[in-house]
T-cell receptor, first 110, second 115 residues
Framework: NAGVTQTPKFQVLKTGQSMTLQCAQD?????MYWYRQDPGMGLRLIYY???????DKGEVPNGYNVSRLNKREFSLRLESAAPSQTSVYFC?????????FGPGTRLTVL | AQSVTQLDSQVPVFEEAPVELRCNYS??????LFWYVQYPNQGLQLLLK??????LVKGINGFEAEFNKSQTSFHLRKPSVHISDTAEYFC?????????????FGSGTRLQVQP
């Protein structure tokens, strides 16, 4: 089992460019999440999906969109990247009480 | 809504010494409690969790934590640390009754173990 996988691992964008971060899990979990990690702030929830076909906003959703493509995949899209979106992005999945995290995507917006 | 406060941003400690990383939370509903560890340039790994039952929870790598409901705390302890424990540690909570399992994290504590 690969667990939770994320692509790409690193990305540099210019302000205004768009991109999609991909996430997939092979644990047959219903719930999936996107977090961002910034120094001194821990991880903050961007969006989550309790099940296939549903998505909900988290603490910091502005500037992002998500798609729960199927049970395995949950993507995060930045339509027009801004320097404030420079961060490390983590995807996670869970079934009952434990979340499993991917390795992260380090995004820099110039 | 919940919030989590990790009282120390950095904790330096010598190898083989005991350590305690402090975590307090605030919530209007019952919560589950977690400690995660993040090694440099890696994702998060679960150390331990409290769901119910005994308030003393044992986790991986010799760590343990105690849930104190009256003080709304969930402090992490290890009796003797190793150099390999150098990492960032995050306390987190999630709601019990609502089914909303997203985690609310503290800001993290960087544990620096010195030889």
């Amino acid at each position: 089992n690969a667990g939770v996988t994320q692509t790409p691992k690193f990305q540099v964008l210019k302000t205004g460019q768009s991109m999609t971060l991909q996430c997939a899990q092979d644990m047959n979990h219903n719930s999936m999440y996107w977090y961002r990690q910034d120094p001194g702030m821990g991880l903050r929830l961007i969006y989550y999906s309790a099940s296939e076909g549903t998505t909900d906003k988290g603490e910091v959703p502005n500037g992002y969109n998500v798609s729960r493509l199927n049970k395995r995949e949950f993507s995060l899209r930045l339509e027009s990247a801004a320097p404030s979106q420079t961060s490390v992005y983590f995807c996670a999945s869970s079934e009952v009480s434990e979340q499993f995290f991917g390795p992260g995507t380090r995004l820099t917006v110039l | 809504a919940q919030s989590v406060t990790q009282l120390d941003s950095q904790v330096p400690v010598f190898e083989e010494a005991p350590v305690e990383l402090r975590c307090n939370y605030s919530s209007s509903v019952s919560v589950y409690l977690f400690w995660y560890v993040q090694y440099p340039n890696q994702g998060l790994q679960l150390l331990l969790k409290y769901l119910s039952g005994s308030t003393l929870v044992k986790g991986i790598n010799g760590f343990e934590a105690e849930f104190n409901k009256s003080q709304t705390s969930f402090h992490l302890r290890k009796p003797s640390v190793h150099i390999s424990d150098t990492a960032e540690y995050f306390c987190a909570v999630s709601e019990v009754d609502t089914g909303r399992r997203a985690l609310t994290f503290g800001s993290g504590t960087r544990l620096q173990v010195q030889p």
